[in-house]
């Protein structure tokens, strides 16, 4: 009976082999792993690890008969002796060897066993260890400066509790990460070119930062200091200075929580062209095909050398045309800005930026993608259980709201004030009352606004020497965006118009100022005093327009540079001129 269910066994068996060849699989040409680990619970169940690419398995009790299995486990009686191999029926491969022979002693366990979970519930089959690992991923991204509270959105002072309140939590290892732009957006951090939210990021644990294009507004000068001061590293796969990988910033970085090794790639997107050309002196972003090479060599480099069981892929890049709180599964055609191929076992869950929107996306290979908008208002959380014994692992994502990490219930931590302090000794002095705004500005007020503004600054700069014919150029106010009615500080201001761009006079063909600035074209505002159109002007003619230095290094937009204003005075302070001078946004 014995030797019929045997040769049944070896008919089913070589079925499952023709089975296996006429699936077109590439046959390996190295002969097969070593033999199985086997260990032996306290009930006297014998387990043993899958061997890659076995068929089935034979193992012998004592000196008994060899036992075909499909199965990875055997029950012993006390003081029986078992030894296990692997077996393929398969071209180029080998059988392996038998195990070292374990003996069952009812009641005991070796120390020093393996664990092993079979039927993958989480627990060792021999000791019933929780070999699962419980972990808590959370990325920000383009946060822009936001420390402190305002009337319209939370600063970082009840996340700041949130954050310490869940890694005093034991159940879970949390790793918290950015997806780039932390520092540029409001005066609490621009004033010192992003220090605050750095100190900050160091006192919160955040394990890395992927460098956004904001991050680069003020120049390589200030990342260096910045990436000194970090207690993470800056990351950015993609980008180089003549070149060269920049001292500032790194390709990834290791992370080990709970036995499971973590590797995070940095990556920004195809962002060059929002960097003001005066900052962008052989600065360069790989992208396409030569970043999706980058990353898959460093992830491959990841696992291999360093050990990694996870890829993590921050980028700073994102969907245009997504805005959802709940999964949504896309296709390649529709991730432009992200190569789905790296998705393909070289990366596991991806962190993104820059377009402020707010998803989960699932891609054609099923690994999550999520961005948490902008400005503070979401943060990306997933939640992955690792099984450390077979790998395997789900992920399970969300969005959190301010309702969730900002909630009244929490109360400030100290060290949001503390580090306040450091940096602004004297309290806020841009907290003052500049005036007050009668009516409600939209965001295309104040760019029109400044647009004028501009203009009747060169005039009195250097309109005795040159004729100016417009002011203006690319010009886009941040969040909150528009300025309410009612009192205006310095501090509401600085939030709308947080560039550093100088005023500058440049002279430009006439053709080109027509195509340019005098044809309809996105976030680009002029004013004129004489109320300038596109058939007044000479195709061929030279006019003097001022801008400010982003627009003229723009290259597309041909201006060449005459002259810059000396003065420090940016959009921003014109602007509260025009409120201080008692004329009120009218």
């Given at each position: 009976?014995k030797?019929?269910?045997?040769?049944?066994f070896?008919?089913?068996?070589?079925?499952?082999?023709?089975?296996?060849?006429g699936?077109?699989?590439?046959k390996?040409?190295?002969?097969?792993?070593?033999?199985?680990?086997?260990?032996?619970?306290?009930?006297?169940?014998?387990?043993w690890?899958?061997?890659?690419?076995?068929?089935y398995?034979i193992?012998?009790i004592?000196?008994?008969?060899?036992v075909p299995?499909?199965e990875?486990?055997?029950?012993?009686?006390?003081?029986?002796?078992?030894r296990?191999?692997?077996?393929?029926?398969?071209e180029?491969?080998?059988?392996?060897?038998?195990?070292?022979?374990?003996?069952?002693?009812?009641?005991?366990?070796?120390?020093?066993h393996?664990h092993s979970?079979?039927n993958?519930?989480?627990?060792?089959?021999l000791?019933g260890?929780d070999?699962?690992?419980?972990?808590?991923?959370?990325a920000v991204?383009?946060?822009?400066?936001?420390?402190?509270d305002?009337?319209g959105?939370?600063?970082?002072d009840?996340?700041t509790t949130?954050?310490?309140?869940?890694?005093a939590d034991?159940?879970?290892e949390?790793?918290?990460?950015?997806?780039?732009?932390?520092?540029?957006?409001t005066?609490?951090s621009?004033?010192?070119?992003g220090?605050?939210?750095?100190e900050?990021?160091?006192?919160?644990?955040?394990?890395?930062m992927?460098?956004g294009?904001?991050?680069?507004d003020w120049g390589a000068d200030?990342?260096?200091p910045?990436?000194?001061?970090?207690?993470?590293?800056?990351?950015?796969?993609?980008?180089?200075?003549?070149?060269?990988?920049?001292?500032?910033c790194k390709?990834?970085?290791v992370?080990e929580r709970?036995?499971?090794?973590?590797?995070?790639?940095g990556?920004?997107?195809?962002?060059?062209?929002?960097?003001?050309g005066?900052?962008r002196?052989g600065?360069?972003?790989?992208?396409?095909n030569?970043?999706?090479n980058?990353?898959?060599?460093?992830?491959?480099?990841?696992r291999?050398?360093e050990g990694?069981?996870?890829?993590?892929?921050?980028?700073?890049?994102?969907g245009?045309n997504f805005?959802?709180?709940?999964?949504?599964?896309?296709?390649n055609a529709?991730?432009r800005?992200?190569?789905?191929?790296?998705?393909d076992?070289?990366?596991?869950?991806?962190?993104?930026?820059?377009t402020h929107?707010?998803?989960?996306?699932?891609d054609?290979?099923?690994?999550?993608?999520l961005?948490?908008g902008?400005?503070?208002?979401?943060?990306?959380?997933a939640?992955?259980?690792?099984?450390?014994?077979?790998?395997?692992?789900t992920?399970?994502?969300?969005l959190?709201?301010?309702?969730?990490?900002a909630?009244?219930?929490l109360?400030?931590?100290?060290?949001?004030?503390e580090?306040y302090?450091?940096y602004?000794?004297?309290?806020?002095p841009?907290?003052?009352v500049?005036?007050?705004?009668?009516?409600r500005w939209?965001?295309?007020?104040?760019?029109d606004k400044v647009?004028?503004?501009?203009y009747?600054?060169?005039?009195?700069?250097?309109?005795?020497?040159y004729?100016?014919?417009?002011?203006?150029?690319?010009?886009?106010?941040?969040?909150?965006?528009?300025?309410?009615?009612?009192?205006?500080?310095?501090?509401?201001?600085?939030?709308?118009?947080?560039?550093?761009?100088?005023?500058?006079l440049?002279k430009?063909?006439?053709?080109?100022?027509?195509?340019n600035f005098?044809?309809v074209?996105?976030?680009?505002?002029?004013y004129?005093?004489?109320?300038?159109?596109?058939?007044?002007v000479?195709?061929d003619g030279?006019?003097?327009?001022?801008?400010?230095?982003?627009?003229?290094?723009y290259?597309?937009?041909?201006i060449?540079?005459?002259?810059?204003?000396?003065?420090?005075?940016?959009?921003?302070?014109?602007?509260?001129?025009?409120?201080?001078?008692g004329?009120?946004?009218?």
């Amino acid at each position: 009976m014995k030797r019929t269910r045997y040769i049944c066994f070896l008919l089913a068996a070589l079925l499952v082999c023709f089975a296996f060849a006429g699936c077109g699989r590439t046959k390996a040409d190295r002969p097969f792993a070593p033999a199985p680990l086997v260990s032996i619970g306290a009930d006297g169940t014998a387990v043993w690890e899958t061997v890659e690419g076995a068929l089935y398995y034979i193992y012998v009790i004592d000196d008994g008969e060899e036992v075909p299995t499909m199965e990875c486990r055997a029950q012993l009686a006390e003081g029986q002796t078992i030894r296990v191999k692997a077996v393929s029926g398969r071209e180029n491969f080998g059988d392996s060897r038998f195990s070292d022979p374990q003996t069952y002693h009812a009641g005991t366990i070796d120390p020093s066993h393996p664990h092993s979970d079979v039927n993958g519930d989480g627990l060792c089959d021999l000791c019933g260890t929780d070999v699962e690992a419980e972990l808590t991923f959370l990325a920000v991204n383009d946060l822009h400066g936001k420390f402190a509270d305002t009337s319209g959105q939370p600063g970082v002072d009840e996340f700041t509790t949130y954050l310490k309140e869940l890694y005093a939590d034991p159940a879970r290892e949390e790793i918290l990460l950015s997806s780039g732009d932390m520092w540029q957006g409001t005066v609490e951090s621009s004033t010192n070119r992003g220090a605050l939210m750095t100190e900050w990021m160091n006192e919160t644990g955040f394990v890395s930062m992927t460098l956004g294009n904001h991050e680069f507004d003020w120049g390589a000068d200030v990342l260096g200091p910045n990436s000194e001061l970090a207690e993470f590293p800056f990351l950015g796969i993609n980008v180089t200075v003549d070149g060269e990988t920049p001292s500032y910033c790194k390709a990834s970085v290791v992370v080990e929580r709970d036995g499971v090794r973590i590797g995070i790639i940095g990556a920004i997107g195809d962002c060059l062209s929002s960097i003001s050309g005066e900052f962008r002196d052989g600065l360069d972003f790989a992208t396409g095909n030569a970043l999706t090479n980058l990353v898959k060599a460093e992830s491959v480099r990841l696992r291999e050398d360093e050990g990694c069981d996870l890829i993590v892929y921050s980028i700073h890049d994102g969907g245009e045309n997504f805005s959802s709180s709940g999964v949504t599964s896309v296709t390649n055609a529709q991730m432009r800005y992200y190569d789905t191929a790296l998705s393909d076992g070289y990366v596991d869950l991806v962190f993104e930026a820059h377009t402020h929107k707010r998803y989960i996306l699932r891609d054609e290979h099923g690994v999550y993608h999520l961005q948490g908008g902008g400005e503070n208002k979401y943060v990306s959380g997933a939640d992955v259980a690792f099984n450390t014994v077979t790998k395997r692992y789900t992920v399970t994502p969300r969005l959190l709201g301010t309702g969730t990490y900002a909630k009244d219930s929490l109360e400030d931590d100290p060290i949001v004030e503390e580090l306040y302090g450091k940096y602004f000794p004297d309290n806020d002095p841009y907290e003052t009352v500049l005036g007050e705004n009668v009516n409600r500005w939209d965001s295309l007020d104040i760019a029109d606004k400044v647009a004028e503004l501009y203009y009747k600054k060169g005039v009195e700069v250097w309109g005795a020497e040159y004729e100016i014919a417009l002011g203006g150029g690319y010009l886009k106010t941040r969040s909150p965006y528009d300025l309410a009615k009612g009192d205006v500080t310095y501090a509401d201001l600085f939030s709308l118009l947080p560039f550093d761009n100088t005023i500058v006079l440049g002279k430009i063909k006439g053709e080109d100022l027509k195509s340019n600035f005098l044809s309809v074209k996105e976030n680009y505002h002029t004013y004129s005093a004489d109320h300038l159109y596109a058939s007044d002007v000479d195709d061929d003619g030279t006019y003097y327009i001022i801008v400010d230095s982003y627009t003229s290094t723009y290259a597309p937009n041909h201006i060449t540079e005459v002259a810059r204003l000396t003065e420090v005075i940016y959009a921003r302070d014109l602007v509260a001129a025009y409120v201080a001078d008692g004329r009120r946004g009218d």
